[in-house]
């Protein structure tokens, strides 16, 4: 019996010390950051262009002698666009490869999973696209680089009403998701205020493909407008199903929908269309100009606004390392919270006092099935 | 009024899909008496073999973008169908003597093994499912549109429906289908071929899942390697729903499926959808557990 205990006992040992010494091992030389992002699942090209756009600025970085001595090594887990496998991933940065900061996610839901853990941890986390309100109330260690949703559902229903002329509107929100729920009360709060109406609100949930039964039940209330603040797989889906059905109103979106899928999915019938974002590489601005061309030289296709945030989040998350002197969690969390008027490619980024990003808006259109750069609008 | 009428429509082209799947499990019940959990995952074989088939098949063909529909989706039916029977040679079939548990937790695994080996092989991503059918509307009044895919997909399910009905009723194939449902040992004291009968069997229900497939993914064209789970449990529920071995009672179930979750979606909310189809199938279990058509079967003790 106390020999059985001894064996396991020595099994357990071995066990663990080989989990441990699996763990990546910090080199002197190297800084390491962690990234979380959804390079599978239904919003796969989101993680993508954030990776893509997070690794440029690693390497320009690099290439450049690194910060404080050290080059960046970046570490990167997949979401697969699950919350439960964000909260698994960011465990894994944290615990096993002990990263000085985290940067990810684009879906408000994940970042929501992770932030808390990041938080109990001190690790100081910079969101590169969850624009949801919430995700950096989590705690002091959590920030962004992108617009928040009461921005954005302002401006876009100041478009709805303003540019486009409309007064009625109707919402198609997904139930499940945090970035939708709150994108469409903050457009439906400011289209009441500027005076408009919305004459009816559906809900869909994520992964489904059947819209008509509640495209149908829109169509029956007559809007002038539709606004579907969701992820651009369903968007697509539900503007195409939405044309079948006869419905050729204007359908408005917000950064959900920024993903060549959208056109892809939606073909033709997503003429008439618009949404906001963070960056257009059609903008005529020479750092974005820079930015798109050596994207294209990269990875042969044009940088769209996440990968576009991908990269200054990266940047500003280096940045702050450089002007903290150190990579101890505190201070560079202080850093990061000092940003101020940082040249990114999205814009002159400041970071306010409730850890989130004062940044211009982007407006762009889809017209004879290409994405047209509408215009600028300033915090 | 109008409104009404066009949930119907709706309803009535989702409904005649979950039909289509609805068949293959009621008939799979029928012969071998257990559910095959798979079925749902090779309707999701199918609609990949469409994606990875339609833009060769249309450039082989030219323009007749009829033809082209229909040879896809022969082609499906053709890749399910030696997908089912091959299924059924390996998983089942060394099973058959087993307690019917053993297996129901095979058919589960089969389907885990689709689905993962299917992530895998085709990428967990969404794709987009090419265009076979040209969307246009037929009927295009103010207030009633009848999309050419929702037509496409009831005619297309109706025919099948009929030929399904005819192979069953009216040939040998189906007597002795039909034979070997009612009892195994007596139908092989007949001389039947139990064998190829089940095999049989597996073909028709999933060339009908491939059919259906193909019909799902024109309307709804996104597709991954998951799509097949909640299309496979509503038809699961249509089968029990209308009479679990009885393919009137697939096809009733079906529809029924098929409208409540389009109603439910417009009048309610989407929020109640699956609640309200999962209490149907509880409801159904609880008080009449042989289904609308299906019927009492008295256990032999």
């Known amino acids: ?379 | 009024m109008n409104q009404l009428l066009q949930q119907i429509i709706n309803g009535i082209s989702l409904g005649s899909i979950y039909a289509l799947i609805a068949l293959g499990y009621t008939m799979i019940y029928g012969i071998l008496r257990f559910i095959n959990f798979a079925h749902g995952d090779v309707f999701m074989i199918g609609a990949f073999v469409g994606f990875y088939s339609a833009p060769h098949i249309s450039k082989l063909v030219g323009g007749s973008i009829i033809f082209s529909g229909i040879l896809v989706m022969l082609l499906a039916m053709l890749i399910c169908s030696l997908l089912g029977v091959t299924i059924e040679k390996f998983a089942y079939k060394p099973l058959r003597s087993r307690p019917k548990l053993t297996v129901l937790i095979t058919a589960i695994g089969v389907s885990l093994f689709l689905e993962y080996g299917g992530q895998l092989i085709f990428g967990p991503d969404p794709k987009l499912f090419p265009t076979i059918v040209p969307s246009m509307a037929v009927v295009d009044t103010q207030n009633l549109v009848i999309g050419s895919n929702s037509i496409v997909a009831i005619v297309t399910a109706a025919i099948l429906m009929l030929i399904l009905r005819f192979i069953v009723f009216n040939t040998k194939m189906g007597a002795a289908m039909r034979a070997v449902s009612y009892n195994h040992q007596a139908a092989a004291l007949m001389g039947i071929n139990i064998n190829s009968i089940i095999s049989f069997t597996f073909v028709l229900g999933s060339s009908l899942a491939a059919a259906a497939a193909i019909l799902y993914s024109s309307v709804y064209p996104s597709i991954n390697p998951l799509m097949g789970i909640f299309p496979g449990l509503k038809a699961f529920i249509a089968a029990v729903l209308g009479g679990i071995g009885n393919i009137y009672g697939a096809a009733l179930g079906g529809l029924i499926i098929g409208l409540t979750e389009t109603f439910v979606t417009g009048y309610l909310s989407p929020t109640y959808r699956d609640a309200i189809s999962f209490g149907i199938l509880i409801l159904i279990l609880l008080f009449k557990p042989s289904g609308i058509m299906g019927k009492f079967e008295a256990e032999k003790v």
């Open chain 1, 1 to 379: 019996m106390h020999r059985r205990k001894k064996i396991l006992s020595t099994v357990i040992i071995a066990l663990v010390s080989l989990i441990i010494s699996c763990g990546q091992q910090a080199d002197q030389n190297e800084i390491l950051i962690g990234e979380y992002s959804s390079l599978t699942g239904t919003t796969a090209t989101y993680g993508l262009s954030t990776h893509r756009g997070l690794m440029m600025a690693v390497d320009e970085t690099n290439n450049a002698g690194g910060i404080l001595g050290k080059k960046i090594k970046l570490l990167t887990e997949d979401t697969q666009s699950k919350p439960e496998e964000a909260a698994t991933a960011v465990t894994k940065l944290i615990s096993r490869d002990r990263v000085v900061g985290v940067i990810g996610e684009v879906s408000s839901s994940r970042s929501l999973a992770a932030a808390p853990i990041c938080q109990a941890n001190k690790i100081p986390m910079i969101t590169n696209a969850s624009t949801n309100p919430e995700v950096t109330k989590k705690g002091d260690y959590i920030f962004r680089v992108c617009f928040i949703d009461p921005f954005q559902g302002e401006i876009m229903a100041k478009f709805t009403f303003n540019s486009l002329g409309l007064k009625r509107a109707a919402i198609l929100k997904d139930i499940k998701n945090d970035y939708s729920i709150g994108l469409a009360q903050f457009f439906e709060e400011s289209f009441k205020s500027l005076g408009g109406e919305i004459v009816a609100t559906q809900a869909y949930s994520e992964g489904d493909a059947d819209f008509k039964a509640q495209l149908t039940a829109l169509k029956a209330a007559n809007p002038e407008a539709v606004i579907v603040p969701g992820y651009y797989t369903e968007a697509a889906l539900i503007v195409k199903q939405a044309r079948e059905l006869n419905m050729n109103m204007p359908f408005v979106g917000g950064d959900g929908w920024d993903s060549g899928k959208l056109i892809e999915i939606g073909g033709e019938s997503m003429n008439n269309s618009y949404f906001s974002t963070a960056f257009s590489s059609d903008d005529p601005d020479p750092v974005v100009q820079n930015f798109a061309q050596k994207y294209h030289q990269l990875y042969g296709e044009k940088p769209d606004a996440l990968a576009a945030l991908g990269y200054d989040a990266g940047l500003i998350m280096f940045d702050a390392i450089k002007r903290a002197g150190v990579t101890e969690s505190s201070k560079l969390r202080d850093a990061i919270a000092a940003t101020k008027n940082f040249r990114g490619v999205t814009g002159l980024i400041t970071i306010d006092q409730h850890r989130n990003a004062l940044k211009p808006i982007v407006i762009l259109a889809v017209e004879n099935g290409k994405l047209v750069y509408k215009e600028t609008v300033q915090p």
